[in-house]
């Protein structure tokens, strides 16, 4: 006999309605709401697309529903979809997020992917301000005998790259780092390739940016200072110091960042600046490659 626990609560797809109307109330999109609506009952009941397409009157159990609720109720107050789940995809593959780090995005694909042109089989890899290791695991993974050394001052953060890495089975091909940028790194150590994501956004934008990044993601990966430019001006020079010569910068950047950033480059010495837009046709990453010079 089935537990008052166990007993049906609900028919799926009406459980979904009851998700998505409430999530409506507050996010501006309607199938945004939709969207989080069908993930969050999909990772509760372990199901799929084709169970609300076609097995919609499945029921769900008073247990599975009610931590339904409480995931949509967390949603309604604006808290990321990612860190309800606990996991997000990247580049294709699984990463563990909460709100120790940033969530990946989509625009960041655009990042690893022009890595990925200047990546060489065996290469050393340096990732600054590394988070969940999404990039750097990213690019361990897709290319052969490359190694790398992420670096980020948050412990909390590591921790969840570490888990990330033996998820990935890169646990081998990767030092996590405690520290501020390059300061893990020893004085001889040089790599063929240094990235970063730093943080970026003007300290007084960000009261201004939607609640799931303001009120939940973590702030020392969000503030770039006063100009947003603080952590470029750090990065750019002292990395000429770890760079191989003829080996490779790459940032991410703020949409309207291309220009300053591209300028503290060649400033540097760096060669070959240039700036890439993302999918949205956006300045999204600025390059350079060590001169012989520096």
């Keep these: 006999m089935k537990s008052r626990e166990d007993a049906a609560e609900a028919a799926y797809k009406e459980l979904y309605r009851e998700g998505a109307q409430i999530l409506s109330s507050v996010l501006e999109q309607e199938r945004e709401a939709q969207l989080d609506a069908r993930l969050l009952l999909e990772h509760v009941c372990g199901t799929n697309l084709q169970t609300l397409l076609l097995e919609g009157d499945r029921p769900v159990s008073a247990q599975e529903a009610a931590l339904y609720r409480e995931y949509v ?3 309604k107050k604006r808290e990321p979809l990612a860190y309800i789940l606990e996991k997000w995809e990247f580049m294709g593959l699984p990463f563990e997020v909460g709100p120790d780090v940033l969530i990946p995005e989509q625009d960041t694909e655009n990042l690893i992917e022009e890595i990925m042109k200047d990546l060489h089989d065996s290469d050393r890899i340096l990732d600054l301000c590394t988070g969940s290791g999404c990039i750097l695991l990213s690019l361990l993974k897709y290319s052969n005998g490359t190694t790398g050394v992420g ?17 990935l089975g890169l646990a081998d091909r990767i030092e996590l780092r405690c520290g501020d940028l390059f ?14 994501n730093p943080p970026y956004i003007e300290t007084e934008t960000i009261e201004h940016l939607a609640p799931e990044v303001r009120d939940h993601e973590p702030l020392m990966a969000l503030d770039g200072g006063e100009d947003g430019l603080s952590f470029y001006r750090r990065i750019i020079p002292e990395a000429v110091r770890h760079l191989v010569t003829g080996g490779y910068l790459f940032l991410e950047i703020g949409y309207d960042q291309a220009e300053a950033v591209m300028a503290l480059m060649r400033e540097a010495g760096y060669y070959d600046v240039r700036s890439i837009k993302d999918y949205g046709g956006n300045d999204r990453i600025v390059c350079g490659i060590k001169s012989i010079r520096q």
Excluded at 151 to 167: F, G, I, P, W
């Design 73 to 75: 109720a967390r949603r």
């Design 151 to 167: 670096t980020d001052l948050s412990e909390k953060a590591l921790a969840v790259a570490r888990r990330n890495a033996e998820r």
């Design 183 to 196: 300061e893990p790194v020893r004085e001889d150590e040089r790599f063929d390739l240094i990235v970063s």
